[in-house]
């Protein structure tokens, strides 16, 4: 915890400018800064804030970002030009990933997220205030004696190796937060850097570049970061647009991460984990020799994991089957060598069956609804029927299915439109789940509906002689019951052809 008595003594001798819009909150951390730094000037927006930074210098700039006029991240552009290395920190709600990328790319000296926790904003402005303190002591002292010039520089490279931890939790924090966004994705990138490590081994490689792919393994999907959440949240395969969209990742990686130093080498391996062999991989379509070798490790490791993991439009493979189609694609998708240094390690290894692309969570459930529920009714369409069938073969699971005809209907849209047809499909549908609460519901066919369920459901249809949607209409309903215990169902094709 920072000692708040020697913060006051570090920045008695500095100047702030302190950009905030929200004026309580403005009066209440000038107030606090005041005990802190010799002077404080306030800016209610980002264009008063620039117009005090060109009347004045401070050594200290904290903004919001989102402000009236000039927003805080416009403001620290103009900033920037003016004096590239002004410390300057962001005090904001916005917690999203892109005002992250927008302001490790503007330079920004640390991010704080709103409501203000003092202990946090303490410790960062110690540590610029002693980072500026050192930076003057050196100018004032520099002739002093070697051992004082020592002293401090061990303290700014101890500042240093601090700054550099920060920004790798920071894109670690990337990554973590793109494996939440997924099921499927959870935990892919720390599997494709162990295998990265185990195969880079098998291959002789050295010590250094078997940590250097290990640690490309992990940032290798950092570049999803910028994917739409209908991309790369959908469960099934992708469309041509999708496609193109997906692969844009390793750009945008690259792009993040090459024109960091400590971070290039990691950078040149990511953009082409995406290559083939025969030359038919993005972005750049090499071949052969032409891919890196670490590259070449990095696609067999990512392709090995996507194809023993549980996705929700494919089972995941045995170890045993995903060698073998390792060794077809050898020459084709991958390169001979790692093929065979793959085959070695890989094959023994024990994998967690339990990942799975299905929702869990309350959230996650409502992710996975936008792609496999009715639009207009909420049931479950019939790409997600085909898939419980298919799943229920395999795992059994649910005892019977119940198909619901709806007879009259097209006369009905005929009186009605189509907007008072879809009504009464969704007023029918919560009759459905209000009846049978344990049932899973499907539209099927457009005004046929599906009930799968666990236990024997036996469908009384007297109560839905009575129901006044119906009867004022003439609509009808019909049933057909179907036993999974004495009939296999592999998919929905073989369900259409029963019904």
């Known amino acids: ?14 100047t702030v400018l302190y950009v905030e819009d929200t004026k309580d909150l403005r ?25 005090s930074y060109q009347e004045e210098s401070f ?43 927008d302001a490790i790319r503007l330079g920004v000296s640390d991010y704080i997220i709103k409501p203000i926790n003092h202990t946090q904003i303490n410790q960062v402005l110690y540590k610029i205030a002693y980072k500026l303190m050192r930076f003057k002591e050196n100018i004032e002292y520099k ?8 002293a401090r520089s061990f303290k700014i490279l101890a500042l240093e190796k601090e700054k550099i931890k920060n920004f790798e939790n920071t894109l670690l924090a990337f990554v973590e937060l793109i494996e939440d966004r997924d099921t499927y994705t959870g935990g892919h ?4 850097a162990m295998y990265c490590k185990l195969i880079a081994q098998k291959m002789n490689c050295s010590d250094e570049e078997c940590e250097l792919i290990y640690r490309a393994g992990i940032l290798h999907d950092i570049g999803k970061i910028t994917t739409p959440d209908t991309v790369l949240l959908k469960p099934g395969k992708l469309n041509e647009l999708e496609y193109k969209l997906i692969q844009d990742h390793v750009k945008v990686g690259y792009s993040l991460l090459h024109k960091i130093d400590m971070y290039k080498e990691l950078a040149e391996i990511i953009i082409y984990h ?16 032409e891919i890196p070798t670490l590259a070449r490790i990095m696609m067999l490791a990512d392709a090995f994991d996507a194809m023993t993991t549980n996705r929700i439009y494919k089972g995941r493979k045995k170890t045993s089957v995903a060698i073998e189609e390792l060794q077809k694609l050898s020459k084709k998708q991958f390169h001979p060598e790692v093929v065979a240094a793959a085959v070695e390690v890989l094959s023994d290894l024990q994998i967690v069956e ?44 649910y005892s019977c299915i119940n198909t619901l005809y709806m007879h009259n209907f097209s006369h009905y849209n005929k009186k009605h439109g ?27 066919h457009g005004d046929d509906f599906i009930l799968l369920s666990k236990e024997h459901l036996e469908i009384d249809m007297n109560q839905f002689e009575f129901l006044d949607i119906f009867q004022a209409e003439h609509i009808s309903i019909s049933k057909l019951h179907i036993d999974l215990k004495k009939q296999e169902l592999r998919n929905l094709k073989e369900l259409e052809e029963l019904l």
């Not at 970002?65 to 900033?79: H, S």
């Not at 002739?143 to 020592?150: G, I, N, Q, T």
């Not at 995406?274 to 020799?289: A, I, N, Q, T, V």
Request: hydrophobic share 40%.
């Open 59 to 101: 050594d200290i700039v904290i903004t919001d970002i989102q402000m009236p006029y000039m927003t805080g991240l416009e403001m620290i552009k103009e900033i920037k030009e003016i004096k590239d290395e002004q410390e300057i920190i962001i005090i904001s709600a916005y917690g999203e990933a892109q005002y992250f990328l």
């Open 1 to 14: 915890m920072t000692d708040v008595k020697k913060l006051r003594e570090i920045a008695k001798d500095l």
């Open 143 to 150: 002739e002093h004696l070697e051992a004082m010039v020592e």
């Open 189 to 192: 990138s720390q599997r494709v």
């Open 274 to 289: 995406h290559e083939r062999y025969d030359g038919l991989g993005y972005p750049k379509g090499l071949k052969g020799e």
């Open 354 to 397: 339990s990942i799975s692309q299905l929702p869990v969570t309350d959230i996650e459930q409502e992710r996975f609804s936008y792609f496999y529920r009715d639009q207009i009714t909420h049931a479950f369409n019939a790409d997600y029927l085909n898939f419980m069938i298919n799943r229920n073969y395999f795992e059994p699971e």
């Open 27 to 51: 009066d209440a951390m000038s107030q606090y800064l005041k005990k802190l730094f010799l002077h404080v000037r306030l800016a209610s927006d980002g264009k008063e804030g620039l117009k």
């Open 418 to 444: 189509w907007s008072g047809g879809d009504k009464l499909l969704s007023q029918f549908v919560d009759h459905l789940q209000g009846l049978y609460p344990l049932a899973m519901i499907f539209r099927f």
